[in-house]
Each structure stands twice: as structure tokens, then as C-alpha cells.
């Protein structure tokens, strides 16, 4: 048949194609391997040193932390979304004892009605009620001991009773919104 050597040409070609293309790709993910990215653990949890503080300045690194429950990433943060919301971090050479922490926080309030309560847990202690207003404002927490483990930690934020923006205006925003979060940073 005259086709027959014409598609085995064209058949060994992109044969070729396809394994320079996989060439590629493996040098790729070696030179990935060479440069590791020592900001997150094997469990997979994103590093928070000591003395850092995030904002959402830098959108990637901000949005590492927050693990579940949560609009997208804004210039000035992120609204949590419906009543909980998770944020992960993992303590470099944790050895014990308490640590200070300080969240941001804002809610989606009117400036004349009650602040949000904002219930706070880490990995299952409960650590405390927050009101939150509509201006940022920073929360201390501090984490015992039970609370961090081997220095992984999930924080769930719990915000009752989120509102949208549609509840107070002609606003065509119907997400419901449960504390925004600002900064997260460690003493």
C-alpha cells in the first residue's frame, strides 16, 4: 500500500515528538526536586515561622494558609465562606510550651449593628469568642501545647451567623460572608 510507509514516517515522528517532549518534562521536575520549596512539610502543611506575619500582599504565599471554607483571595484579604472556615500552618521546630499568635480579623457588618462572634478552635481546643467589626482588628491567641501537637495546626474560624452583602443593600453579591481574614502571623 503507498500510505502505509508515509503514516509509519509520520507515526515515528511524533513518537519522537512525544519523547523529547517527556525528556523535557523530566528534566523539569528534577530541576524542581533541586529546588524544594522548604515552605511547606510532607503532611503538607505550609511553614509559618516564628516572627512572620502574611498579608495578602503577596497572594500566593497568603493563600497557602487557607485550607478550606473560603472565598477567593482580594487585595486586601479573604472573606471566609458560609459559617467556617479552616486555616493550616505548621510551627518550625516546635519543642513545646505555648505560642502567641495573632490573627486579623474583619467582618461584614454595618458600622451601627453588633460585632460577628467569631468561635475559635485549634485542632479541636476550643480557644475563644471573638467580636469582630467591620474594621480590621487584630486577635491574640495564644496555643497550648495540646493544641499544636508536632507543630501542625488547623485553626477553624466558626462565624454563625455570615451575612451578604445583598441582606444590607442593593448589592447583586449573595455570598455569604463569615470572617474575613487579614494577616495571620506568629510571635
Known amino acids: 500500500m503507498p500510505g502505509t510507509e508515509d503514516r509509519l514516517t509520520a507515526m515515528e515522528a511524533r513518537i519522537a515528538r512525544l519523547e523529547a517532549k517527556v525528556g523535557q518534562l523530566a528534566r523539569a521536575d528534577a530541576a524542581g526536586w533541586a529546588t524544594y520549596d522548604a515552605s511547606w512539610t510532607a503532611s503538607g502543611f505550609p511553614v509559618l515561622a516564628r516572627g512572620t506575619t502574611v498579608t495578602a500582599e503577596t497572594t500566593d504565599i497568603f493563600a497557602r494558609f487557607l485550607a478550606s471554607g473560603w472565598w477567593g483571595v482580594e487585595a486586601w484579604g479573604a ?7 479552616a486555616i493550616r500552618f505548621h510551627i518550625p521546630d516546635y519543642r513545646g510550651g505555648y505560642v502567641d499568635m495573632t490573627l486579623t480579623l ?9 460585632p460577628m462572634e467569631v468561635h475559635v478552635t485549634a485542632n479541636g ?6 467580636a469582630v467589626r467591620a474594621a480590621p482588628r487584630p486577635i491574640r491567641l495564644r496555643l ?4 499544636i501537637g508536632h507543630g501542625d495546626v488547623i485553626l477553624y474560624l466558626q462565624s454563625p451567623e455570615p451575612k451578604s ?3 444590607f443593600s442593593d448589592s447583586l453579591d449573595q455570598r455569604l ?7 495571620i502571623g506568629l510571635s
Open 79 to 85: 472573606w471566609g465562606r458560609d459559617q467556617q472556615h
Open 106 to 114: 474583619q467582618a461584614f457588618v454595618l458600622p451601627n449593628h453588633d
Open 125 to 130: 481546643l476550643f480557644l475563644g469568642r471573638h
Open 144 to 147: 497550648p501545647p495540646a493544641a
Open 165 to 167: 452583602p445583598a441582606t
Open 177 to 183: 460572608l463569615g470572617a474575613g481574614l487579614v494577616a
